[in-house]
């Protein structure tokens, strides 16, 4: 009997996605086809408001406290915490002075303590912040380290936030009754009038963009602006990340943050523990932001306000800043649906064809499933008069029958494999699929590929006598009972036909990787990641040409202790890695060897990053060292010792004239001499470094 699958039309993730009549997405990270993700929102109580966050030119970290009083920093890491304004306060118990008589004069009130708001740092070095209710900025220059000045201010201002623009200035919005902005230079002067702004929504934020335009977020809009005018229309940022809340209320952003490498918006939202993420491509007028469904916790975040600084974005964590980091989401829509089109559906060649199976590269897990309905007829027109037929649940074909191409990578989860479903009543030159995608909110099917055979291989029409064709219905039943035979044996025949790709190290499956390594007797330790064994099978024969000579040693330690091994440990240079003999010491981080060919042996010197992978590297050497030649093992030294000398690496015998003197006791320096043989014409009895013995007592050096 002959196995055969026939054609296949091949529909990969991107021919689905625009397809759709449901939340079904294309996901970024997999290119597979997957339910919508949903943000995580959690509650955050006790969220304090933003006051005011900056990071200087040196990367450390400025806030204002939650009293409004005074300016607290942190290093470039976010931690180490330390009040930078105003220093300490008096010691306790101190107070007025007795006056004459023995009486206390009378106590003067201290000044009221400055409330504070906004916080910028700008490219040349200053730390401004505006003072509530009062005619001046606080400015702080860095770099001098002095104390304050007040920058005199027109009119007394009631700043919002404060923000670092383009070339060194500032974007100021104060005025929450009468909101404006206003912009500085870099030597914090007025430039031009302040722009006024409608009262209502009230201003939140402003943000400055690397094209000298800015964004106002005012309630849940956003408005980018160029000088005083709005530059196309606002974008209801609240409303693209309302979808499906746990909370039962839409997000309150109070905060925005820019990062111009990725060019990426961040928006820091009030009551849920989130922020949210939008790529605004700063093309033309219109502000096109497009939500990314990632999720950024902030569960520590006091709501002190985000920060971009050195390619990341920060948030505040109870007294210290961490960079924000996604994490996959764990929420999805529990339904949606997508089909081929009816204007372009997939052709049989033929009319009458019978469509025999869909292969789905799909990751299915538990709880989840996929629905797949078809419809075929002979004229393309009449498809979406045609009802949908529903087709079997698919079935997860063995790990012998694998996929079209070998899977290469990490073991993958339950329900991932190729799905198998036979076609039961698709008959017609051209046919539809719809899929319908069914999640239980924590988890989604994924597909990556469809594949549809055509045309059937009938065992009846081709193998039964013709007596079993005379009743239709039995027919029908006895073709899908033997089509089930069929792709056993057809998918048997497929794995015979490409069991070369066994043989191949980038294409065999990881379960035979082990196997394909005995075949050149390699060893293999429990520690190496799939990568660095098909990198080492790859290699194999060229280390087995360089096998007991300095180049194939350093391959083989750099194939086992490398972080990320690449091709390129088999084209980079040597010298770097070894000591030759009376030629210096040459220095490379991670190991170096001295090899000692008078002597027939060698040693490998692994510095901190490697101590403890000393038994891997043992057992890499004495894989590939020569049987004649003996080894050791030892850490990387420090590059002068008094203790230690190691005769022709970290000295040079003495030969002739020397550019150094030989090194005598009590006369001779550390490093200002070289050790040498008992020199010609010594005085008797002046001992020599290397030579004399030296008894207890007789050295005063």
Not at 276 to 304: E, I, M, Q
Not at 442 to 468: F, K, N
Request: proline share 10%.
């Amino acid at each position: 009997m002959k196995e055969r699958y026939g054609q296949f039309h091949l529909l990969l993730s991107d021919h689905w996605h625009l397809l759709t009549e449901g939340p079904v997405v294309r996901s970024s990270d997999s290119s597979a086809l997957t339910l919508e993700p949903l943000p995580e929102v959690m509650g955050r109580d006790g969220c304090q408001g933003r006051r005011g966050v900056a990071c200087d030119g040196q990367g450390r970290f400025y806030w204002i406290d939650d009293s409004g009083a005074g300016i607290w920093t942190a290093g470039p890491d976010g931690t180490g915490r330390r009040r930078f304004w105003p220093g300490p306060a008096p010691a306790a118990g101190s107070g007025p002075a007795p006056g004459p008589g023995g009486a206390f004069a009378g106590r003067t009130p201290p000044p009221a303590a400055p409330r504070l708001q906004g916080l910028a740092a700008t490219g040349a070095g200053l730390l401004a912040a505006g003072l509530l209710g009062e005619n001046a900025l606080l400015v702080f220059d860095l770099g001098a380290g002095s104390p304050p000045y007040r920058l005199a201010w027109p009119r007394p201002i009631d700043p919002i936030d404060l923000r670092p623009a383009p070339g060194g200035g500032l974007l100021l919005l104060e005025g929450r009754q009468r909101p404006r902005v206003w912009q500085l230079d870099r030597d914090l002067r007025i430039v031009g009038r302040p722009v006024r702004l409608p009262a209502s929504p009230e201003p939140l934020a402003i943000e400055a963009l690397p094209d000298g335009t800015w964004l106002l977020l005012a309630g849940g809009s956003l408005t980018r602006c160029r000088g005083g005018d709005p530059i196309g229309e606002p974008f209801a940022v609240g409303l693209s990340i309302m979808a499906d809340w746990r909370t039962g209320r839409p997000p309150e952003p109070y905060d925005i943050a820019y990062e111009p490498a990725s060019g990426r918006l961040y928006v820091a939202t009030r009551h849920e523990a989130q922020c949210f993420a939008f790529d605004l491509p700063l093309v033309g007028d219109h502000l096109a932001a497009a939500p990314l469904r990632t999720n950024l916790p902030t569960p520590a975040s006091r709501g002190r306000g985000i920060l971009a600084a050195r390619g990341q974005i920060w948030h505040d964590a109870d007294d210290a800043w961490r960079p924000l980091a996604g994490r996959p989401a764990s929420r999805f829509r529990t339904e949606g649906v997508t089909r081929t089109p009816s204007e372009s559906p997939l052709d049989g060649k033929e009319r009458d064809c019978v469509w025999h199976r869909l292969l789905i590269d799909a990751t299915i897990p538990p709880g989840t499933e996929i629905i797949i309905e078809t419809r075929a007829d002979n004229d393309t027109y009449l498809l979406d008069q045609l009802p949908w037929r529903r087709e079997p649940k698919p079935v997860l074909r063995p790990a012998w029958a694998g996929r079209l191409v070998p899977q290469v990578g990490p073991a993958r989860p339950p329900g991932a494999g190729t799905w198998d479903v036979l076609l039961q009543r698709a008959q017609g030159r051209y046919l539809q699929i719809r899929l319908t995608l069914i999640g239980d909110g924590s988890a989604t099917p994924q597909v990556e590929a469809v594949r549809a055979y055509y045309p059937r291989y009938s065992y009846l029409t081709h193998h039964l006598p013709a007596v079993y064709h005379n009743d239709s219905d039995s027919a029908s039943f006895l073709e899908r009972y033997l089509a089930n035979a069929e792709g056993i044996l057809t998918g048997i025949g497929s794995q015979m036909r490409s069991a070369h790709l066994l043989f191949h190290p980038d294409a065999t499956p990881p379960e035979y990787l082990s196997w394909l390594a005995g075949w050149f007797g390699l060893g293999l330790d429990d520690r190496w990641e799939e990568r660095r064994i098909r990198l080492l099978i790859r290699h194999a024969m060229q280390l087995f040409r360089f096998r007991g000579t300095v180049p194939g040693l350093v391959w083989a330690i750099r194939l086992g202790v490398d972080p990320d091994p690449q091709d390129a440990i088999f084209t980079d240079p040597i010298d770097a890695y070894v000591e030759h003999l009376a030629a210096g010491a040459r220095v490379r981080p991670g190991f170096r060897i001295a090899e000692d060919r008078r002597n027939h042996s060698f040693t490998v010197y692994l510095d901190q990053t490697l101590i403890g992978l000393s038994d891997l590297v043992d057992m890499v050497v004495s894989m590939s060292r020569p049987a004649h030649v003996s080894y050791q093992i030892l850490p990387m030294p420090v590059g002068f010792a008094v203790d230690r000398v190691r005769l022709g690496l970290d000295s040079v015998p003495a030969a002739g004239p020397a550019r150094l003197p030989e090194a005598r006791l009590g006369e001779s320096r550390l490093a200002g001499a070289v050790l040498g043989a008992r020199p010609y014409g010594l005085p008797a009895g002046q001992p020599a470094v290397g030579f004399d013995r030296i008894e207890e007592g007789e050295s005063d050096a």
